[in-house]
């Protein structure tokens, strides 16, 4: 039995639609009046999140796990932006940016940036033990992370590299160093998981300041995102100091425990 006929755009009872209709109307007004099925989708709510794909890849998503845990009523949505070339998704609560100091927002990680290498690129070198060996290595190259500032550092007046392909995002660089593609200029707290698992190693310092730091801005009236705000902002604490310790038990390991034969003989002496 049709219940509609449609008009244009819109949608007409048919003589039998309004029988039925009276019917059936004490039972819709009841349902109405209880909308179970809609309940839970009411009490959540909504943070959206616009963060740059390395940072949310990760930083961002592998401690996404406890913000999610503790505010189950809390619908997340994470978005991608592509800092480069100024392209953002669109209106968020919560903005992740790479910026210059002076930019507004809260900084999240106080990093360094210092040469890194798979092992496996290291074993078909010679060996790097001072800034300068990096004559002998392919650097990777990208226009966020130039490596004329960490040069002017460690006392080297070269330009910038020209040599390779040039990746426009900090995530492509380390999986292009992973790959034993070349010696990368990275950051401790980007690295760590590689770090940690020895895929990466330290080279030497100085350490330098990145030229863009990630910072965080809470767009949103909702006191959602001011939480998570200051929830992002502890997690990246933790991450650079569990980095740096990593970096500086790579480059400065303790020493290894004596042998017997060597305690032997600092007892004869």
Partial sequence: QPLFTRQGKSLALTAGGRDYLDQVRSALALLAAMPQHRRAAQRRRRLRVCAPPTFARLILVPELGSFTQAHEDLELEIVLSIPFLDVNAGSADVEVRASDAAAEGDMLLDDVVLPMAAPGLLANLPALKAPADLRHAPLLRTPIEPWRPWFMAAGLDWPEPTDGPRLVDLGLTL????????????????????????????????????????QVAPHGGDGAAAEFCDWLTGC????????????????????????????SGRRRR
């Fill in 175 to 214: 999986e292009a160093a992973l790959c034993g593609q070349g010696v990368v200029l990275g950051r401790p707290s980007l690295a760590r998981q590689a770090l940690a698992e020895g895929r990466l190693l330290p080279l030497f310092g100085p350490f330098t300041r990145p030229q863009l730091l990630y």
């Fill in 236 to 263: 990246c604490a933790r991450i650079a100091i569990d980095a740096m310790a990593l970096v500086q038990d790579r480059l400065h390991p303790p020493p290894a425990p004596a042998t017997p034969e060597e305690l």
